[in-house]
């Protein structure tokens, strides 16, 4: 009941919404409602009525009126026992004694205790040498005194509390006394200890925390690692509950071979907005002996018209920020930092969209004529209104923008894109023609001299497109039903040429070949080109469906693209292509047999060109702490890579986990950790090893993270857990 609060509050040391206290508060919130049940019996002004069993009971009518009961008694007020080897009635008082073997209980809460009082006038409830455990978590404990009174506060003296069985109590917290007080929603408590294995780990002289879902300031759990490239670290959060809709958490990260880091994340919602502002602060790196710092706002306001805001602006002090500081290849690599205010509005039939975009570039090896363009602004317009005269539907794209950067062509391009089609649907049946009209036109600074400064295109675009739905249902047996489709798909697209080699490119690429894009009308992204074509793109998808479970059992899918002319429109440093087809896109999805999974993508060319892309991964995953998975991804002339995880059980209580990832092309590793996870009925711990390329140049990086984890409380530690679920597809934390 309420001591499972108490310990679970008190060992975190503050509820915040920061990831560290998310599993707690989750308890906090659950635990309030057994709170609310105990203290009910002493509370209820309303019914004071309890029925009473007993062997023997002798009664006085006074005056003064006397009651006892004997032989095992038994009270009851609705899903509350109590229960006694003997009970009497004190009449100066007003009180309820029960003695010796006293029990009460409710659907959550079990205490046992030496005696308790129950008290009619003073709607007090006292349990004296009380033991109590809680059914939700298999938690127990014990208290000199509990203390229920009538206003909703329990007082607690000379507690112990535990997750862990009596023949094994691996760890314990103890405290001399605990107060919480449920009208405020606080509790305090004095001279906190926490013993694991007998050795104490952590004490605090006095602490206050929330007993609901309010959050409250404070500390919360530390967590210590080390790295390769900048030492030992120690992150000590501190959590500041500003006001309901405002929270702050300030972290002071000590790195031994580069100093004292400050880290802080403000977190507010108000009617209106939401955001979160996070700041990194070092202000003398040892090793290099420059100021760092890092910047990340993100914010939405919703205005009453039905706009939006939004704002994302990161920056940081350096180009090496992330590779010293960031601890992750995802955010060692990152090249560029997106800073933009936009905003935009949406009806059922319409997108506006208006932004002033810009871009920090990170990496040194891009040239300044390579780096992104700045939009100042960009203005965008999306129309669609499927139900529009008549059978048809209509739809329009539209863009005005500015295009700015220190070294290159710069200026303005506005593009109108209107579009019709007639979709007709049947049974089994999709066919849509659709014709549309691209229009876009540019004025133009710091061109070639002699170069045309406002160059246009303008190209129709015509379009059918088809597919089929046939299906048949399969019987395997009296009780096994399957049912298989096929679906063909069928685009015909037709793009006439036009000479758009003067006009610049801003923002448009030639994407990678995939299934989304076999089916797309334009093979560029981006409206600097539009690509002259004549084409068919074919495809037919195969799927098999379990029909009582709804389970889709297999699915594949092959496509192709056949060209009737050549394509003459480029991009700059592209040769014409030629082609008569495009490579075949194949995806495969299939259960290999209950849990054992298996995709794979291939892209190959015709004839004996070879394989252009292929990725492939086998997962199996027979129960929650059992999985393995394989992956295999390469690329023609760009990458080769295998990737191995796991996490399996090597012993009872033991697991062993990990993950191998292998550049085939480089012939060198990218990262791998390894690592052993220990679980007992109320304690786990993970010892994982790590090392990876930390920067864009290869130099690699390694750590080591150590995580206790107290069942029913908190985690001490690094947060292993997160590398873990973040390496190893399908990775579950079964020690919670």
Known sequence: MFPNRVILLGLALAAASDSQAEDALACHAALNTRLTAAAELAASADDLTIELYAGEFEASLGPPLTASASGGVLLRRGDKLAGADAVRFDPDTRALTLDGGVRFEDPATQVLSDSAEFGYDSGQILFRGARFSLTQNNSRGAANEILITQEGELRLDDVSYTTCPPESPDWELLADDIDLDTASGIGTARKIKLRFKSVPILYAPWISFPIADARKSGILTPEIGSTGRSGNEVRVPVYWNIAPNYDATITPRLLTERGLQAQTEFRYLTRTSAGTAIGQYLPDDSQLDVARSFVNLQHRTWFTNGWRNLIDYREVSDNQYFEDLGGNLSVATTTHLNRSLGFDYHTANLSLFAQAQDYQTLDEAIPPIDEPYRRVPQLLVN??????????????????????????????????????????????????????????????????????????????????????????????????????????????????????????????????????????????????????????????????????????????????????????????????????????????????????????????????????????????????????????????????????????????????????????????????????????????????????????????????????????????????????????????????
């Open 383 to 736: 129309g669609n209104w499927p139900n529009g005269p008549g059978p048809f539907a209509i739809g329009i794209d539209a863009e005005v923008v500015n295009f700015d950067k220190d070294v290159g062509v710069t200026g303005w391009r506005a593009n109108v894109a209107p579009r019709l089609s007639l979709p007709l649907e049947v049974p089994g049946i999709h066919l849509e023609p659709a014709i549309a009209w691209d229009y876009t036109s540019y004025e133009l600074d710091n061109t070639a001299p002699g170069a045309i400064t406002d160059p246009s295109r303008s190209v129709p675009i015509a379009s059918l497109d088809t597919g089929l739905t046939f299906e048949r249902e399969i019987r395997l047996g009296d009780s096994e039903r399957r049912v298989q489709t096929i679906e063909p798909r069928l685009l015909y697209v037709y793009i006439p040429f036009r000479d758009q080699t003067d006009i610049p490119v801003f923002d448009t690429i030639t994407p990678d070949l995939n299934l989304v894009q076999l089916f797309r009308k334009d093979r560029f992204l981006g409206v600097d080109r539009i690509g002259d074509t004549e084409q068919v793109s074919a495809g037919i998808t195969s799927r098999l469906l379990d029909l009582s479970t709804g389970r889709e059992l297999l699915s594949a899918t092959i496509g192709q693209t056949y060209y009737f002319d050549d394509r003459r429109v480029t991009l700059p440093g592209q040769a014409p292509d030629a082609f008569e087809r495009s490579d075949y896109i194949a995806e495969l999805r299939f259960l290999i047999y209950e849990n054992l999974n298996f995709d794979i993508g291939h892209q190959w060319g015709p004839g004996d060109t070879g394989t252009t892309r292929s990725e492939a991964r086998l997962q199996y995953r027979p129960a929650a702490n059992r999985i393995l998975n394989l992956a295999y991804r390469y690329r023609r002339d760009s990458l080769e890579q295998g990737d191995v995880s796991w996490a399996w059980p090597i012993a009872k209580n033991w697991n062993f986990v990990g993950r191998y990832n292998y550049s085939f092309r480089d012939r060198e590793t990218l990262e791998e950790f390894y690592g052993l996870e220990y679980e007992s009925c109320c304690w786990g711990l993970r010892l994982v090893s790590r090392r990876f390329i930390s920067t864009r140049d290869g130099i690699r990086d390694s750590s080591i993270g150590l995580q206790l984890v107290l069942k029913g409380m908190t985690a001490v530690g690094t947060a292993a857990d997160k590398l873990l679920e973040r390496g190893i597809l399908g990775y579950s934390d079964t020690i919670r």
